[in-house]
């Protein structure tokens, strides 16, 4: 069933449903006002004293009857006497109203239970009966009857026809209601045949629909964002790879020509594809790390950042003893919500670009405490002019260009702390005068 259809039903049915329900509220009000009319006329005529010249009045159409206990009458009126009514001459207590068939005629009747002793109207005046009896009063309610079954009738058609209005109304008001909804299904399949992201949705009024078309605007921005930097992934990172490749491809046709080399510019040969092997493989890996996106898989969860911290700064330690650079490290306890190794991959990248950067001899320090990871170095720091370009993608400072590396690190820093929803920000360390990079994530609580 379409979603028109569905509309449609339901327009109809709750409109159905609000005139069935009006019908019956009207045959039951008119149908209790007319018999509550009649049986406050019974009631009355059974109330009036007894006279005993044969003058009490009766209702028109009206007639009473005596039901003794042995099923005698007084008087004779062809009103059938049923177990009902013998009950009442037995001497059960109260009143009972009801509708009756008397010889295809409808009546309305009031049983009185009567006591022995009462006394009763009868052809001698008053008489008084020795045992408990039962009155009826009887008045013809035809008419009456007939003039419900007309209502029915009628009702019945007034539902029909509301049924059939409630139909055609529902179909214009589907058909209105959803047009605006169709204009937008056939603009989104339209950009969806057409792939072409650039477009967008007329906004419209402050309504459910223009908060639809807005969102999906969203939604098209992001992925024109997403697509644009996809595409620039590919081309940046075919011109990164371009290069150690040619170089690999030029030595390995000069290492064709091994024989005809001296032992020592073989060896120079051999370390350089392995310097640009090892360049080409560390380009791949962070190649893998920024296809990842802003999220990786695995679950989020509680970390120590402080041991994080003491492990990369163990093996930073290995590298930096090469440049004779010494790293101290300031480390407090502390609890953080990430994935262990992205974590520990965005923290080990900041320290390789200190050690980078730092000159032989020089000093890095380590500082994490509540949260908080600060990574600054001795080295020559990062000009102003930069300072908006240190976190893009392959991008590298013109006195690093001829360093190894491929412009990747500092982008995957900003990655993972976007990820885990915290702040890396760049200056210049005032004590050691090089760069400092600082990563504040949202904290935990800590356990021992």
């Known amino acids: 069933m ?61 007639f009473n009857e005596l039901v003794l206990a042995n099923g005698q009458t007084e008087p004779t009126t062809g009103v059938p006497i049923d177990a009902t009514i013998r009950d009442y001459a037995k001497g059960k207590s109260g009143q009972l109203l009801r509708t009756v068939e008397i010889h295809g005629q409808s009546y309305r009747e009031l049983i009185l239970g009567l006591p022995a002793k009462s006394l009763v109207s009868c052809s001698a005046g008053i ?21 419900l079954k007309n209502l029915v009738r009628t009702l019945l058609l007034v539902a029909a026809g509301g049924l059939l209005l409630a139909l055609a109304l529902g179909f214009m008001l589907a058909r209105g209601a959803l047009h605006p909804l169709e204009q937008v299904t056939n603009e989104i399949e339209s950009i969806t045949e057409t792939s072409d992201m650039r477009r967008r949705l007329d906004e419209g009024d402050a309504d459910e629909l223009g908060r639809l078309r807005r969102v999906f605007n969203r939604l098209l921005t992001s992925v024109e ?30 290492l064709s020509r091994a024989s005809e080399l001296d032992p020592d510019d073989l060896h120079q040969l051999t370390n350089d594809m392995v310097t640009q092997v090892d360049e080409l493989a560390a380009l791949v890996t962070d190649l893998g790390e920024l296809a990842r996106g802003e999220r990786s898989e695995g679950a989020i969860v509680a970390l120590r950042l402080d041991e994080c ?75 102003e002019d930069d300072l908006p370009f240190v976190f893009n993608r392959f991008w590298r400072s013109a006195s690093s260009r001829s360093l190894p590396g491929s412009g990747l690190g500092l982008s995957i820093v900003a990655q993972v702390v976007a990820e885990f929803q915290g702040t890396v920000t760049v200056d210049r360390d005032p004590v050691l005068g090089g760069a400092r990079f600082t990563i504040t994530l949202p904290t935990g609580e800590f356990e021992e």
């Open 225 to 254: 964002n997403s697509q644009s930097l996809q595409r620039q992934l590919v081309v940046d990172a075919s011109h990164e790879l371009r290069t150690p490749l040619t170089s690999l491809r030029t030595n390995a046709q000069v």
């Open 309 to 383: 911290v003491d492990e990369c700064v163990d093996t930073a330690r290995t590298y930096a003893r090469i440049k004779d650079i010494s790293i101290d490290a300031t480390v407090e306890p502390s609890t953080v919500e990430g994935r262990r190794d992205r974590l520990i991959r965005a923290t080990s990248n900041l320290l390789t670009n200190a050690v980078k950067f730092t000159p032989n001899g020089g000093q890095i320090h380590v500082a994490s405490y509540d949260g908080t990871i600060t990574v600054s170095d001795s080295g020559p720091g990062i000009n």
């Open 127 to 147: 008489c008084e009966v020795p045992t408990t009896s039962a009155e009826i009063y009887v008045v013809n309610v035809t008419g009456q009857v007939t003039e």
């Open 2 to 62: 379409t979603f028109r259809s569905r509309v449609i039903a339901a327009t109809v049915s709750a409109a159905a449903l609000a005139v069935v329900l009006a019908c019956f509220a009207s045959y039951l009000t008119t149908r209790d006002a007319i018999l509550h009319s009649v049986d406050e006329s019974l009631v009355q005529q059974s109330q009036r004293p007894i006279s005993g010249d044969g003058s009490d009045d009766h209702i028109l159409g009206s």
